[in-house]
Every structure is written in structure tokens, then in C-alpha cells.
T-cell receptor, first 110, second 116 residues
Framework: QKEVEQDPGPLSVPEGAIVSLNCTYS??????FMWYRQYSRKGPELLMY????GNKEDGRFTAQVDKSSKYISLFIRDSQPSDSATYLC??????????FGGGTRLMVKP | NAGVMQNPRHLVRRRGQEARLRCSPM?????VYWYRQLPEEGLKFMVY????????ESGMPKERFSAEFPKEGPSILRIQQVVRGDSAAYFC??????????????FGEGSRLTVL
């Protein structure tokens, strides 16, 4: 079983839609949860991170962690064509290395 | 402040040749990480280095792959006797000292290796 799993997509939505991206993870010891965004042919860049359970909001982006179900979500409101990218969730437990999901490719169509 | 610099951006090698990928971390960063990304797959951790030390190489294949981060100069990921299965994008990331094992990694734009 992979430590972090994501649906690879692609997920295609119209501009302005609310996007929901999800991950599941297997190791209950994971405490830190991150979302990276990767544009085509570029390196990943950190979008948001959360510690333990709960929500965190940053502009149009909301990260949500449910440790009881080992479920991580990223919501994007009012999606824009510039949001088209691959979104990688990652978990980071102290002493372990950053472990990535396979990424979900998002396409926002104007 | 320059970001993480990787070169070459693209490298083509024939089977059996050697590939050397270089990474200069962000200024002030002393931790370097190498990840491999296969087409349509996520990033797989390979190795974590600090200056002159390999901290964690649990993701490195046992043969043909090696990494170093010398006191002076960039970090080098070396792949000997490349095979077609080594074709991938290799990403380097860095983080500042004192951050420990948790925190943001800053990624370079990757080196894309193609083995013919």
C-alpha cells in the first residue's frame, strides 16, 4: 500500500468552479500535511501546509485534514485557468522524509 | 536571491554511459534532497544530504547511484551505466539549517534524463 495516494485525474472544470482535490494516507503517525503545486516542466512549489487536524485558509485555497479518516483535502474557490497544474499532497513526520502522493492534474477551462 | 539551480536541464545518454546531475541549493541552505519523478508519477525520495554527509539514502537504488554534497561546490547525483528505466526528471530541493526534518522544501526546475 502506498503511503500517500491521490487520484491522478485529469480533473477538468470550468473557470469559476469550486475544485476539490483529495488524498489518503496510511501512516497515522504523520503530523504535517502539505500541498505542492507543480506547473508543467517546472519544479513543485509549496502551496499550503497544516499541522494535525483542522482547516487552514489562504485566499482562494483551503486545506483540510481529517486524521480520523486519514484524509487530506484542498479546495480551490473561483478556480482560474492559471490554477491549471498538478497538485501534489505530501506528509511529513519528524524524522521521516517528505512523502508525496502521485499528484492530481487539474485543468481549468476558460 | 537565486533559487535552487539545477543543471543540466536536459541530458541525453546512451545505455551504459554515466549521468551527472548538479544542484546548487539556495543561498544559506545547507540541506539538499534529491527526488525522482517518473512520467505520470509522483516524486520519490532518493537521498538527503548535508555538507559532506549523507543523512538518509534510504530511497537510493543500491547499485549505480551515488550522491555527494562536498564542502565546496554543488551537490552531485551520479548514475553509472544508465539504463532506459533511469529516464526520469530528477529534482533537487534545499532547506535552511536549523529547520530540522520538518519544513518547506524549495525545489529546482529539475534535470530531465533521457536514456536512449
Amino acid at each position: 500500500q502506498k503511503e500517500v495516494e491521490q487520484d491522478p485525474g485529469p480533473l477538468s472544470v470550468p473557470e469559476g468552479a469550486i475544485v476539490s482535490l483529495n488524498c489518503t494516507y496510511s501512516n497515522s503517525a504523520f503530523q504535517y500535511f502539505m500541498w505542492y503545486r507543480q506547473y508543467s516542466r517546472k519544479g513543485p512549489e509549496l502551496l499550503m501546509y497544516t499541522y494535525s487536524s483542522g482547516n487552514k485558509e489562504d485566499g482562494r485555497f483551503t486545506a483540510q485534514v481529517d486524521k480520523s479518516s486519514k484524509y487530506i483535502s484542498l479546495f480551490i474557490r473561483d478556480s482560474q485557468p492559471s490554477d491549471s497544474a498538478t497538485y501534489l499532497c505530501a506528509t511529513y513526520n519528524a524524522g521521516n522524509m517528505l512523502t508525496f502522493g502521485g499528484g492530481t492534474r487539474l485543468m481549468v477551462k476558460p | 536571491n537565486a533559487g535552487v539551480m539545477q543543471n543540466p536541464r536536459h541530458l541525453v545518454r546512451r545505455r551504459g554511459q554515466e549521468a551527472r546531475l548538479r544542484c546548487s541549493p539556495m543561498k544559506g541552505h545547507s540541506h539538499v534532497y534529491w527526488y525522482r519523478q517518473l512520467p505520470e508519477e509522483g516524486l520519490k525520495f532518493m537521498v538527503y544530504l548535508q555538507k559532506e554527509n549523507i543523512i538518509d539514502e534510504s530511497g537510493m537504488p543500491k547499485e549505480r547511484f551515488s550522491a555527494e554534497f562536498p564542502k565546496e561546490g554543488p551537490s552531485i547525483l551520479r548514475i553509472q551505466q544508465v539504463v532506459r528505466g533511469d529516464s526520469a526528471a530528477y529534482f533537487c530541493a534545499s532547506s535552511p539549517p536549523g529547520q530540522g526534518a520538518v519544513g518547506e522544501l524549495f525545489f529546482g526546475e529539475g534535470s530531465r534524463l533521457t536514456v536512449l
